[in-house]
């Protein structure tokens, strides 16, 4: 059997073992195990061999340090109440107008992904805050259900962002300049959900009526009270990209910066520290399993010698480059049915990554088309978020809000599904959009 073929049937393996639901790191591990032993003829030394120095050449990289901090940055804002002040702060100023406290939900949920990085912990967190809120003002279930659904993704849009610095690590880019690249796609996103809502209480205005005004001092006092989160947000990627520290660095004190905000403004005592690390231990325990999954299964189809094969057949096809890049974000999409983000990334771009660097799009360099790549990923590979029927944020907002049947939140989030191909769609045409804050460094 070729390498192609085996390579092929690694994949199959790997998709029938995830609709068996076996966690997608034991997966990988298992695919690519098995990878090995059918390019050495079962023998077993070049498997061993490997998974002996695997672990350590993983874990030992510097870079991934950030991964825990930037988690534990997440679970301080969380347990520290600081995403009620995020969601107070934009109910003072759109909570007024119909259908502006699901606005004022959205703005949050970018505020708190600022100093997240998750887009499940965004949702959950802000589903918590904000779902009382929503169905004391009357707004309708499925509203309700389908902006936090959606919204929540922008724990992973806004920076800081975890797949975008494993995306970093496996490419060899600028932690920095993704971060800087995904600002201004990311609050296009806000923007879109935004005008969705808009929209949607336009067609329905029973969907979202207006509340109370607020006065001007009320909304000073909120906004005074959310400076705290804008400076740490500054402070993270300003550093990070001034120069002046390294990304580990900077997590560092905006983790440190978090965890004392949470003290003295939320009120966090020893059992909201202690829940923090442990929160922080768990996911950092899961991130770093499909971490090790997917080393083991990219070293197994790299000696099938598939991401190469197929590398070289895309770039001889003579098909034009944006239909690859199309069907590239279309099997994001497909994926996202049936595998997690951070999955989603670890397995596809060893293959998909040297297929679109040797491609030519309007004539762009290398690094551009690297960091454009990486922010057009992490788009489509958030719709796999919210995608029915296994959307992961779904099933939190469905956890929370359990009086909305999950059919009304599958309807809610089907406007904002349109807002983010939109989305996509205006980046790949205008990859300005992703790199002129990069440039303007």
């Known amino acids: 059997m070729s390498g192609m073929a085996i390579g092929l049937w690694i994949f199959a393996g790997l998709l029938f073992l995830l609709a068996l639901r076996i966690h997608v790191g034991v997966g990988m591990l298992i695919g690519g195990a098995a990878g090995f032993l059918a390019m050495n003829n079962g023998d077993p030394a070049a498997l ?13 990289n510097y870079d991934l340090a950030v ?9 301080f804002a969380t347990h520290g109440g600081l995403s009620k002040s995020l969601f107070r702060c934009a109910a003072a100023f759109l909570g007024h107008w119909r259908g502006g406290l699901a606005m004022a939900a959205t703005g949050a949920c970018a505020g708190f992904g600022a100093i997240c990085g998750s887009s499940l912990a965004t949702a959950a967190t802000m589903a918590q805050v904000a779902l009382p809120e929503l169905k004391a003002h009357g707004y309708s279930g499925r509203l309700s259900t389908g902006t936090l659904a959606a919204a929540g993704t922008l724990g992973i849009m806004i920076p800081p962002s975890v797949p975008l610095v494993i995306y970093a690590v496996l490419t060899q880019e600028s932690i920095g300049k993704l971060f800087m690249a995904a600002v201004i796609p990311g609050l296009i996103a806000m923007m879109g959900y935004m005008g969705v809502i808009r929209l949607l209480v336009t067609l329905n205005p029973a969907a979202g009526p207006a509340g109370p005004k607020v006065n001007w001092s009320g909304r000073l006092a909120a906004l005074i009270g959310v400076t705290p989160v804008l400076l740490v947000f500054a402070v993270v990627i300003v550093g990070i990209y001034g120069g002046w520290a390294n990304p580990t660095e900077a997590a560092s004190i905006g983790a440190a910066a978090c965890g004392l905000l949470a003290v003295v403004k939320g009120g966090m005592r020893w059992e909201g520290i202690k829940m923090s690390l442990i929160g922080t231990a768990h996911a950092t325990a899961m991130i770093f399993l499909v971490l090790l999954g997917a080393d083991l299964l990219n070293s197994g189809l790299a000696i099938t010698q598939l991401p190469t094969e197929l590398a070289e057949w895309v770039k001889n096809s003579g098909l034009p480059p944006l239909l690859v890049l199309v069907a590239i974000l279309l099997c994001y999409v497909l994926l996202g049915c049936v595998m997690d983000s951070l999955a989603m990334i670890l397995l596809t771009i060893p293959i998909f990554y040297p297929m679109v660097m040797g491609l030519d799009f309007w004539g ?10 990486g922010i057009l990923a992490l788009m489509v590979v958030e719709i796999g978020l919210v995608h029915p029927p296994v959307g992961m944020n779904l099933f939190i907002i469905q956890k929370l809000a359990k009086d909305v049947p999950y059919l009304e939140t599958a309807k809610g989030v089907m406007p904002f599904l349109a807002s983010d191909f939109l989305r996509i769609a205006l980046l790949v045409a205008f990859p300005a959009l992703s790199l002129w804050l990069v440039k303007m460094a």
Not at 67 to 75: A, E, S, V, Y
């Open 48 to 60: 061993l061999f490997t998974m002996n120095h695997l672990a350590y050449a993983r874990l030992s």
């Open 67 to 75: 991964i825990p901090l930037f988690m534990l940055m997440g679970q």
């Open 364 to 373: 762009m360099s290398v690094p551009d088309k690297s960091v454009w790549f």
